[in-house]
């Protein structure tokens, strides 16, 4: 087996751990988040992504500088659409952590309405913080395993 395929998979095991944990010591809904839980988040939120982003570049299907081409694969994979909606929106959300102060801004929302078709996004205007509930990582951990699975296989 690859190596790297091997190395990724790993690691979101261990992020999928650390996002049971994450949701195992959150407060009760509607409660205030403790700053190092919405820090882990985040953190774990970007980790996905990234992992997704250095199979596809060790897999030479996208080069160092071109990340938007990981929504046309995601489009490109065999993910039910709702499934594809979920990972492009991941990996907005990771854009506007990592290069926006963690907020939603005008391309954020342009991006959204450009590539997202069948999720239905709620609570996104500009300025808000951008964040997703931690209760839906171990669904994009499995979503970004089954396309890294599919792109192994292809």
Same mark, same amino acid.
């Given at each position: 087996?690859?190596?790297? /395929?091997?190395? &990724?998979?790993?690691?979101l095991?261990t ?7 994450l949701?195992?010591k959150?407060?009760?809904a509607?409660s205030m988040i403790?700053?190092?839980? /919405?820090?882990?988040?985040?953190a774990?939120?970007?980790?996905i992504?990234?992992?997704?982003? /250095? ?9 160092s ?5 990981? *929504?046309? *694969?995601?489009?490109?994979s ?14 907005? &959300? ?9 907020? /939603? ?5 342009d991006?959204? &309405?450009?590539? *997202?078709?069948?999720? +239905?996004?709620?609570? &996104? +205007?500009?300025?808000?913080l ?10 994009? *951990?499995?979503?970004v +395993? ?9």
């Amino acid at each position: 087996m690859d190596d790297v /395929y091997e190395w &990724v998979k790993s690691d979101l095991e261990t992020l999928k751990n650390w996002s049971k944990n994450l949701i195992n010591k959150l407060p009760p809904a509607g409660s205030m988040i403790a700053d190092e839980l /919405y820090l882990q988040n985040n953190a774990i939120q970007i980790e996905i992504i990234s992992q997704l982003e /250095y199979f596809l570049k060790a897999k030479k299907k996208i080069g160092s500088r071109e990340q938007f081409k990981i *929504i046309d *694969i995601i489009k490109n994979s065999s993910l039910q659409d709702i499934e594809k909606d979920h990972l492009i929106f991941l990996f907005l &959300v990771r854009h506007t952590i990592c290069h926006n102060g963690g907020h /939603y801004d005008k391309k954020f929302i342009d991006d959204c &309405v450009n590539h *997202i078709n069948k999720l +239905k996004i709620e609570n &996104v +205007k500009e300025g808000l913080l951008s964040p997703l509930p931690p209760d839906n990582l171990p669904m994009y *951990i499995n979503l970004v +395993k089954k396309l890294i699975d599919e792109i192994n296989k292809g």
